[in-house]
């Protein structure tokens, strides 16, 4: 079965560094999809950035970075120049892969990392 | 477009009372989910659906019910509501076409069963 593992459950990090938020993935599939999303205090569900399995290189968007290593089966995001906006909750998620039919595109989601930026 | 739409923000029901929490969607998505968030933990799928009259089970089904007659909307309902149910409800939906593109979540439903 397919599995979504975030091992810190909250973190700190001062206003202007850079911090990198763990997330390993279980699976068998060849073809599959990773996602993080953002989810401030006032509830929000919001899309920071996707990897696909078969992408090469890592994926990036703006500060957000994701360090994708396939053969660990990790997917950390990395937020750089850290913003008191950017304390929230972090989820990883994984699309599942593609079955015969096609895809229903669900997400997994892993438990969470609560990021506190401190000025 | 005002994306996705949960109604309501908010709800308190009894133990064993039944209501309808309401999805709709205006950017023509073909998949649509519902998810729980349970506190201090991630989401979990409810139910999902690919298009108009196609619906199926998600991980935690129990005690729910789904419906997609039209392609904007897609409400679930609770028939027998326990306090194990008081969660907060996000609806998401997400374009056919490329796997790449992401689920829209709405603003969720905050809901509490005493």
């Known amino acids: 079965a397919q599995k979504i593992t975030q091992t810190q459950p909250g973190m700190f990090v001062q206003e202007k560094e850079a911090v990198t938020l763990d997330c390993t993935y279980d699976?068998?599939?060849?073809?599959?999809?990773l996602f993080w999303y953002k989810q401030p205090s006032s509830g929000e569900m919001i899309f920071l950035i996707y990897?696909?399995?078969?992408?090469?290189q890592n994926a990036t968007e703006g500060r957000y970075s994701l360090n994708f290593q396939k053969a660990r089966k990790s997917a950390n995001l990395v937020i750089s120049a850290s913003q008191l906006g950017d304390s929230a909750m972090y989820f990883c998620?994984?699309?599942?892969?593609?079955?015969?039919?096609?895809?229903?595109?669900?997400?997994?989601f892993g438990t969470g990392t609560l990021l506190a930026v401190q000025p | 477009n005002a994306g996705v739409t949960q109604t309501p923000k908010f709800r308190i029901l009894k133990i064993g009372q039944s209501m309808t929490l309401q999805c709709t969607q205006d950017?023509?998505?073909?998949?649509m989910y519902w998810y729980r968030q349970d506190p201090g933990m991630g989401l979990k799928l409810i139910y999902y659906?690919?298009?108009?009259?196609?619906?199926d089970k998600g991980e935690v089904p129990n005690g729910y019910n789904v419906s997609r007659s039209t392609t904007e909307d897609f409400p679930l309902r609770l028939e027998l509501a326990a306090p194990s149910q008081t969660s907060v409800y996000f609806c998401?939906?997400?374009?056919?076409?490329?796997?790449?593109?992401?689920?829209?979540f709405g603003p969720g439903t905050r809901l509490t069963v005493l």
């Open positions: 998401a939906s997400k374009m056919r076409g490329s796997s790449y593109n992401e689920q829209f």
């Open positions: 699976t068998s599939d060849q073809s599959y999809g």
């Open positions: 990897q696909g399995s078969y992408d090469e």
């Open positions: 998620a994984m699309r599942e892969a593609l079955s015969y039919g096609g895809a229903t595109n669900k997400l997994i």
């Open positions: 950017m023509n998505h073909n998949y």
């Open positions: 659906s690919v298009g108009a009259g196609i619906t």
